[in-house]
C-alpha cells in the first residue's frame, strides 16, 4: 500500500497543528526552533531533539551565558537568576534529550518525547522572551501605584 499500512502510527497532514512560534525570540532562536517543528511534522523525532537542544544552548546565548558547554550555561543561568528551578529542571531535561540524540548513534527519540521536548521548548521560549518580562513590568507598574 503506497500510504502505508493500517498500523502505522497515524499523523495530522492537515491542518497544521503546530505550536506558535513566540514572536518575541531572536530570529536565530526562531528559526532554530521552527525547524525543530518542521523535523518534527517530517516524523524526523530525533532530528527535533536536538534541534530543540540548539533552541536552548541559543536562549543562553542570547542571555549573555555562554560557558564551556550547556550543562554549565543552565546552572549559571539558574545562578544568576535567569531561571528558576523548574525552568532549570525542563532545560537540563531538554539538553539531556538533545545529548542523547545528538551522541548516541543507536539512539531514536520517540514521538511522544519529541512532541513533549517541542512543547517544554515553547513554554521556556514564552516564559523568557515574554512572561519574564512582562511580570517585571508588572511589578515596577504595581510599586509605582502603592
Not at 42 to 61: D, F, H, L, N, P
Request: net charge negative; glycine share 6%; with cysteine.
Amino acid at each position: 500500500m503506497a500510504e502505508g499500512d493500517k498500523w502505522d502510527t497515524p499523523f495530522v497532514v492537515l491542518p497544521q497543528t503546530d505550536v506558535r512560534v513566540n514572536p518575541n525570540a531572536p530570529k536565530e532562536i526562531r528559526a532554530a526552533f521552527e525547524e525543530a517543528c518542521a523535523c518534527y511534522r517530517s516524523q524526523a523525532y530525533t532530528a527535533s531533539a536536538i534541534m530543540c537542544r540548539k533552541t536552548i544552548e541559543g536562549v543562553c546565548a542570547e542571555h549573555g551565558v555562554v560557558e564551556r558547554n550547556l550543562s554549565l550555561s543552565l546552572k549559571k543561568m539558574k545562578e544568576v537568576g535567569l531561571i528558576d528551578e523548574r525552568l532549570f529542571e525542563w532545560s537540563d531535561a531538554l539538553r539531556i534529550v538533545g545529548n542523547e540524540a545528538a551522541h548516541g548513534v543507536g539512539v531514536s527519540i520517540a514521538q511522544p518525547d519529541a512532541r513533549d521536548t517541542i512543547e517544554f521548548t515553547n513554554a521556556i521560549l514564552d516564559y523568557m522572551f515574554s512572561y519574564r518580562d512582562r511580570f517585571e513590568q508588572f511589578k515596577k507598574r504595581r510599586a509605582g501605584d502603592a
